[in-house]
């Protein structure tokens, strides 16, 4: 997890937040696979540079799977994504109060 829960807002700035989790879902439904790698990529960049290792980690995951061409792997691995994403927009959300 990431020590500084304020970067999510860097990162949900530079990628339109819970948009990416969406433009990935939709790619791996229509089976465009350069998308959902490029996608990942520019997530777990992103994630990278302001300290959410574990988002970075899990987005790598994503990009792995396209490679290795596991599709089948996608979705479950998007959950994991999301979810981390989830319990991080949760734990700033706390933060903030």
Do not use: P, W
């Amino acid at each position: 997890m990431a020590k500084n829960l304020s970067n999510l807002g860097g990162l949900a700035e530079k990628l339109g937040g819970e948009n990416i989790i969406e433009s990935l879902k939709e790619a791996i439904q229509k089976k465009d696979y350069q998308t959902v790698e490029n996608t990942a990529r520019s997530l777990g960049d992103a994630a990278s540079e302001v300290g959410l290792d574990d988002l970075s980690k899990l987005s790598g995951e994503v990009v792995s799977a396209v490679k290795e061409k596991r599709f089948g792997d996608l979705n479950g691995l998007l959950e994991k994504v999301k979810k981390e994403y989830d319990v991080i927009a949760a734990k700033l959300s706390e933060a903030k109060k």
